[in-house]
């Protein structure tokens, strides 16, 4: 049976002018890391005693405009998990491809934990909210490689997401080899932040990369029909 010409297939309906519900999960991967970006920057520049290349990330938060990391931490893990629902609905499935989506949304309520509870001062005692922080933030940066090879073999079978697949097989393994160099760094290393920066910028540009591929995807035609 023919089908009918009078029935047109569509794709998912249009909610903001050309975008659809995946082009508007995709700006909410795409805002996070910019704000996350903008916060840290922000708060350094107002914040004259801090080094961006000495002082780790989290101590930020000590200075007179912390509160702003802790506004992006809290802002991209929340954007980071709706991203992960776009992810979950955009790409073919392969194998690991469930668990990779799972570890995602992990490492997105991971970064909000990271935000919501602040790290010990150097120097002081360890507390209970200190601890917290630091497993937490040891546990998202070891599963990000983790959730890159998971989601390699569903990137690799769909047509649309295929050309990402050696970034991300290139990000995963930058993002072993930090997190071994950061096990077998010495204590006082004099860039502590610059490295800790370069270990969380290498997760949330595969985030904005990956957010920028399924915006192009949603405005693209005859995708998701």
């Not at 609905?89 to 970064?111: A, E, H, M, Q």
Request: hydrophobic share 55%; net charge neutral; proline share 5%.
């Amino acid at each position: 049976m023919e089908d009918n010409p009078s029935v047109q297939k569509s794709g998912p309906r249009s909610i903001i002018g050309p975008l659809n519900v995946y082009g508007i999960v995709a700006l909410a991967g795409i805002m996070g890391p910019i704000v996350l970006g903008l916060a840290d920057i922000i708060a350094a520049f107002f914040a004259p005693e801090y080094d961006l290349i000495r002082n780790s990330i989290s101590s930020l938060v000590f200075t007179s405009v912390g509160w702003l990391q802790t506004i992006g931490f809290l802002v991209i893990g929340l954007l980071v998990e709706v991203f992960t629902v776009g992810l979950f609905f955009s790409i073919r499935r392969g194998r690991g491809f469930g668990i990779s989506i799972s570890v995602f949304v992990c490492i997105g309520f991971g970064l909000l934990l990271i935000g919501a509870f602040q790290t010990d001062p150097i120097g002081t005692p360890h507390t209970l909210e200190g601890w917290i922080h630091s497993i937490t933030a040891t546990t998202v940066f070891s599963l990000f490689p983790i959730a890159c090879l998971l989601i390699l073999p569903s990137l690799r079978s769909d047509p649309y997401w295929k050309g990402l697949f050696l970034y991300t097989t290139v990000i995963s393994v930058l993002a072993s080899v930090l997190m071994i160099g950061s096990i077998w760094r010495p204590a006082q290393l004099s860039w502590f932040g610059l490295y800790e920066r370069i270990i969380v910028w290498n997760i949330v540009i595969w985030v904005e990369v990956m957010a920028i591929r399924l915006l192009r995807l949603s405005l693209t035609a005859g995708w998701k029909t």
